[in-house]
């Protein structure tokens, strides 16, 4: 009996993964859970989705507090994603790893990352990029063999957009 309140306990662990009302819906091909040591693992082509913002990726870890509020989900391997910004500005992009602190409600992305603002045009690419959801606001580091890169449109004194 002890072992089907320790499953129940970690399906719960797993279904509070972003700590609001809002459903969130995971699939993968395995599901792993610790109670011990509060960690919940999706392994193998691993899709979440919660209200407009999606993730992709090889695995996805999710960190719990004693409390079991997550404190960090990583997602690993290919990670791709679309993330709406509270500000109403949407990113689509691909990272080698990405974190997210739900507290804070910061992404950190990392490896290869291409990060692209829906309707603007815009690209950002480097190794490592923090994305603040609540204002939008994005930060950008390279490296000497991969510098930052930043790509976007302006329009000349014609009005016609040059890239």
């Known amino acids: 009996m002890k072992k089907l309140g320790n499953i129940i306990t970690l399906c719960l662990m797993a279904m509070t993964l972003y700590g609001s009302p809002e459903q969130v819906e995971i699939t993968a091909d395995r599901f792993e859970a610790s109670e011990t040591e509060r960690l919940t693992k999706f392994i193998g082509h691993v899709h979440m989705k919660k209200g407009q913002d999606e993730l992709n990726a090889s695995k996805v870890f999710v960190y719990f507090d004693t409390s079991r509020k997550p404190l960090r989900y990583e997602a690993i391997g290919d990670a791709s994603f679309v993330l709406h910004m509270e500000n109403n500005q949407t990113y689509i992009g691909k990272a080698h790893r990405l974190l997210y602190h739900p507290k804070k409600e ?58």
């Open 106 to 163: 910061i992404y950190e992305l990392f490896g290869n990352v291409v990060l692209e603002e829906v309707g603007e045009n815009r690209i950002l690419m480097g190794e490592k990029v923090v994305v603040e959801k609540v204002n939008g606001k994005a930060h950008v580091e390279g490296n000497r063999t991969r510098p930052v890169k930043f790509i976007f449109e302006v329009e000349d004194k014609n009005g016609s957009k040059n890239r």
